[in-house]
């Protein structure tokens, strides 16, 4: 082709060569051959193929935030990567690589001709519709469970007990052990259990002379490190009292003005800082350095009105005393604090111009001004005491960081991991700022629609708890800033005027003074022992294999769905709500394992495609709708059907179309059978046999077999033991779980089609199907005697595995079933969880057993009972690596349940008072009865 002339591509072949691409197949095989080369790590080996040869080179990816690789995989890959001894070998790998390429390459011509460009363009469409909706609805659900993991409320309503006559309480705190302490206006001091059960109380200003006028407690603190409760009164005092016993201790008296708002925080090495701002718009500060002394040293003072009295003139002359007072606002001080991990104290008032000050404790002089110091006072030989001074200093602009805010701001919170200040007021906002930088609000969140009064940051969940005057509590999410929870009056039962409130981290508890004292309790996920792993936060209703992705699917009770890796443990996908707020109680894959179907008590049933977390198709019946029990997907004449039973009582049948464009399908008409002498009672379980018969099993414990094509009874099934005793309403005779058996060959007995089914007892009932439903044999399957829960069976139907309601799992041989005989002993049993299994899976190709709990895990197990791991684990594993299993350990809390506990003969013997006065005597006679 001349190089100058310009030839339009018309063909795939020469758009491409345009490209300098060579071939259409051979640019996608390649990108095909480098995922199956990656695939090949992972996927299983038959027994019969070779181990792929780890010494082989290979293109691999390595993510630099890549974890350390495990243990058990170093181990592998030095057992594998052994060096080679022949020369010629990789020369005859590189021969046959070259004439395989020189075939592809004639091939790929080949593919090139038949492949228009418009073909690709139309396939390209296609595709990129399909995976942009996939890939929409994907970070959709990936949204939807980073939500969910940041839920949160509170238990409402909220807990009450009334604070008595009326007077408002001034303040809440509460101690590191969750005690709460509260402060009423006329000095009446309570202790509560975090539930609000007093445990003591006293009013502290009845101590003084009867003649003595009234006081009235502005503000209190705790001084937690030295026991002591401190409050400040209207006649410009602040008291301190034993925390222990109420008892008076000390007070500072004769305040130049009336403390508003008082707070103590302990610096460090015995040292200390208490503050309070006043009606002046000040904030005075005193710091006190070897505090126990100090406060011991003012118990020994006079007393006044009984108790002992320093006034504050005395006390700053004390060497451990330092006395500042500062200018800060132009109004009334509404809160002032001290944050040590600032080093900084933080004061609001309603004004705008100065709402919120961020300033230095003690003034920050420079070197020169500190040297004249020293000089002035070695020139007067002594250190020179500065007297008390109640003129307020105005700080430097260099010491203070002053934010205006719009109608100024009435609650305030500082946080040093979040590097965070939250502030709230008359306008209804909370505004979240940069503590270093006052000019702009770094994030500002609406919702509350009356002032705000109070703030509290809980640095360790990331949250902002808000209350308003209108007595609405919101928790908001720092990072997303947005609100997660709404408590209103109507649904806390909080009412009246809000004088006081206090969160308490220890025990996730908000406290509300109004009316009545309230507590506001988060509710708590249950914190997992540190040895535990869940792979749920709810208990699991059921699990499956998906073969064709090699992937499990897990539902809970939460209406949350997790997938995760087969091969790993590792979750792969969640998406939640499925069911609304309903549980889901089943679930079942579509015949190419494609499609997820799941049954809830909502009474519908849901098609998904559970690696988007896309909803399908609903299936529902129209009118009142029941619990859905159990579902499957069977195939009738060519055409595929959902079937599901549940408390209805009835076998709902719902035809399978997935090109259908509606998206809510309702039920094919019921069976005639069904109607008229159909379950009287739910149907728990059903179970199919291909190509034509069906089984359904109630809570009565009556079992029918149904002809799918003619929807007629082919047999009915009743528990014997129900039959024989009287006392059935005693007994447990439901059945929730039935299975099918082909050629089953038992003792004296070939049965073509077999039914198990749970009975009574533990035991497992053996039918014959096609005998006109004639009972074999009963096999006591669970050695407690527990309701068997699940059964699943092995391909060729040789081995039976079944899980009762106590988490054990038992293996039983079909070959040693014999009719009227002894029950044969399991061939292998463990318990896998610590409460009813409610999902059981036999995966043949990987000789593994899946198994779920309403303990909240999902766990894999090997055919003999070895353990490989939890879902969700830290730790991954790969299914054809023992090494890598969690075996020979076994998860901690099946080690830790008494019912894990081996039998032994010392422990299940008997024992009298005789035999512990004659031990060798009752050893003589238990040897006598093992010789017999």
Not at 285 to 309: F, Q
Not at 673 to 679: E, P, V, Y
Not at 786 to 791: S, V
Not at 884 to 891: D, I, N, Q
Request: charged share 25%.
């Amino acid at each position: 082709m001349p190089l100058g002339k310009k030839v339009r591509s018309s063909s795939a072949s020469g758009r491409l060569e345009t490209q300098h691409v060579t071939s259409i197949s051979s640019s996608i095989l390649s990108e095909l051959s480098a995922a199956e080369s990656t695939r090949n790590l992972s996927r299983p080996r038959c027994r019969g193929e070779k181990a792929d040869d780890f010494s082989a080179p290979r293109r691999v990816g390595v993510d630099e935030d890549e974890k350390e690789q495990p243990e058990w995989l170093v181990r592998e890959l030095l057992k594998q990567n052994r060096r080679r001894h022949s020369v010629t070998l990789g020369d005859t790998a590189q021969t046959m690589s070259q004439q395989h390429h020189d075939i592809d390459s004639t091939r790929s011509l080949k593919i090139d001709e038949k492949i228009s460009l418009e073909n690709l363009q139309q396939l390209r469409r296609a595709f990129e519709g399909e995976f942009c909706a996939h890939m929409l609805q994907e970070y959709k659900e990936k949204e939807e469970t980073a939500r969910r993991s940041k839920q949160v409320a509170f238990i409402l309503p909220a807990t009450m007990n009334a604070s008595g006559h009326g007077i408002p309480i001034v303040n809440i705190h509460s101690t590191g052990d969750g005690t709460v302490v509260t402060v009423r206006e006329d000095g009446f001091v309570s202790l509560w259990s975090p539930e609000l059960k007093p445990q003591k109380t006293k009013h502290m200003f009845n101590e003084g002379p009867a003649n003595r006028r009234s006081k009235w407690a502005s503000d209190f603190t705790m001084m937690t490190e030295y026991n002591k409760l401190m409050i400040a009164t209207g006649d410009r005092e602040l008291q301190l009292y034993e925390l222990s016993t109420l008892q008076p201790y000390c007070q500072i008296k004769a305040l130049d003005t009336i403390p508003l708002t008082v707070d103590y925080s302990y610096t460090g090495s015995d040292k200390c800082c208490v503050l309070y701002g006043d009606t002046e718009g000040c904030v005075t500060i005193i710091l006190i350095s070897s505090v126990a002394d100090t406060l011991r040293l003012w118990n020994k003072l006079p007393k006044v009105e009984n108790i002992p009295t320093v006034a504050i003139d005395n006390a700053v002359l004390s060497p451990n005393v330092t006395f500042v007072r500062w200018k800060v606002h132009h109004d009334w001080v509404t809160q002032a604090k001290y944050f040590p991990s600032f080093q900084a104290v933080v004061s609001s008032t309603n004004e705008e111009s100065s709402s919120l000050v961020i300033g230095c404790a003690l003034p920050l002089t420079d070197a020169e001004q500190q040297l004249n110091e020293i000089r002035e006072a070695c020139y007067e030989g002594k250190a020179k005491k500065i007297q008390l001074c109640w003129t307020a200093q105005v700080r430097a602009s260099c010491d203070q960081t002053v934010f205006t805010i719009y109608k100024g701001v009435k609650a305030f919170d500082l946080c040093q991991k979040h590097s965070l200040l939250v502030t709230g007021g008359m306008d209804r906002l909370i505004r979240l700022w940069n503590p270093h930088f006052s000019g702009k609000p770094t994030g500002i969140l609406k919702g509350h629609s009356a002032p705000i009064i109070f703030l509290f940051i809980s640095s360790e969940d990331s949250q902002i708890f808000s209350v308003s005057t209108d007595n609405t509590v919101k928790i908001w999410h720092i990072q997303d800033q947005c609100c997660l929870f709404t408590a209103d009056p109507k649904a806390s039962g909080i009412h009246g005027d809000i004088s006081a409130c206090s969160y308490s981290p220890a025990v996730k508890c908000l406290y509300v003074a109004a009316d009545c004292l309230a507590v506001l309790s988060l509710k708590l996920r249950p914190r997992l022992h540190s040895r535990l792993m869940a792979s749920h936060n709810e208990p699991v209703m059921c699990c499956g294999f998906s073969e064709e992705f090699r992937q499990v699917v897990s539902c809970s009770e939460g209406s949350v769905v997790r997938v995760w890796d087969f091969d790993t443990g590792r979750q792969v996908f969640e998406f939640g709500g499925t069911h609304r707020l309903s549980s889901i109680t089943c679930m079942t894959f579509d015949p190419s394992s494609r499609r997820l179907i799941t049954g809830a008590r909502d009474g519908c049933l849901k098609i998904w495609n559970f690696n988007s977390g896309q909803c399908l198709q609903t299936l529902k019946k129209d009118g009142e709708c029941h619990e859905v029990c159990d579902c499957i997907f069977l195939k009738v004449h060519r055409k595929s059907y959902v079937m599901s039973v549940g408390r209805a009582r009835r076998i709902d049948i719902y035809l399978d179309i997935p090109e259908d464009s509606h998206h809510v399908q309702r039920p094919q008409p019921s069976w005639q059978d069904d109607l008229k002498s159909g379950h009287k009672d739910d149907i728990l379980c059903v179970a199919q046999c291909p190509p034509s018969l069906l089984a359904t099993s109630s809570y009565d414990g009556e079992i029918i077999v149904w002809n799918v094509i003619s929807g007629s009874v082919q047999c009915r099934l009743v528990c014997p033991l129900a039959a024989q005793r009287r006392d059935v309403e005693a007994l447990d005779t439901s059945v929730p779980s039935i299975i099918f058996m082909k050629n089953l060959k038992v003792k004296q007995l070939s049965l073509t089609t077999a039914l198990l089914s749970s009975g009574a007892k533990g035991c497992v009932n053996l039918w014959n199907v096609l005998g006109g439903g004639k009972f074999v044999s009963a096999l006591k399957a669970s050695k407690f005697q527990q309701k068997i829960t699940n059964m699943a069976k092995t391909d060729k139907d040789m081995l039976l595995y079944t899980a009762d309601k106590i988490g054990y799992i038992y293996v039983y041989s079909m070959e040693k079933i014999a009719p009227e005989q002894k029950s044969p002993r399991a061939e292998n049993f463990w318990r896998a969880h610590t409460s009813a299994i409610t999902g059981l899976q036999i995966v043949d190709n990987d000789q593994v057993v899946l198994t779920s709990s309403t303990d909240h895990t999902v766990r894999l197990w090997s055919a003999q009972g070895e353990f490989i791991g939890t879902f969700g684990q830290p730790e991954s594993w790969n299914v054809h690596i023992p090494s890598s299993w969690m075996h020979p350990g076994v998860p901690f809390e099946v080690l830790i349940d008494p019912l894990s506990m081996p039998d032994h003969e010392i422990l299940n013997a008997k024992t009298c008072h005789s035999d512990a006065m004659n031990p060798d005597r009752a050893e003589a006679d238990r040897g006598e009865v093992k010789t017999l």
